[in-house]
């Protein structure tokens, strides 16, 4: 019997191997239920601010599409701008280079109740002379009246 003999030789049984045309999705959807697991934990650490003591109104709160720009005054008196704290003569040249989109875009002051109506004045007038006409304060809602 020669090699190429398909009695007793292994290449003449051999079958063909069927492509599996099935997709496994059990890989997947492990990915994902781990990454639903961590964005369910991270997401409330991801709204942790400048803590400040807000005074309260009765004002109804707004509703805002986008994640607004934020200016907040501690009760020390220093101003953050979103998260990070600036100084104040640094105030009106970061505000017109982030204004590319416009000055036509609301800005949110936030002020501590125990920073004097001064700073919160001088952060608002700071915010005027960057060219910005759409200012709003924030308040906490007023309880028990």
């Known amino acids: 019997m020669g090699a190429g003999s398909p009695i007793g030789g292994r290449r003449g049984r051999r079958q063909r191997a069927s492509v599996m045309s099935e997709i496994n999705v059990t890989p997947m959807v492990d990915v994902m239920l781990v990454l639903l697991i961590i964005f369910m934990v991270a997401a409330p650490l991801l709204t942790v601010g400048v803590p400040i003591d807000l005074p309260e109104s009765q004002a109804k709160s707004m509703e805002q599409p986008k994640e607004p720009l934020t200016l907040s005054v501690n009760d020390k008196g220093q101003v953050f701008l979103q998260n990070t704290e600036i100084k104040m003569d640094e105030l009106v040249p970061k505000l017109k280079a982030i204004a590319k989109s416009g ?20 952060v608002m007038g700071r915010l005027s002379a960057a060219g910005y006409r759409r200012v709003a304060l924030v308040t906490e809602v007023e309880q028990g009246s």
Do not use: A, P, W
Not at 103 to 122: C, H, L, N, P, S
């Open 103 to 122: 000055f036509e875009e609301r800005i949110y002051v936030r002020g501590d109740k125990k920073v004097d109506y001064g700073t919160v004045m001088r």
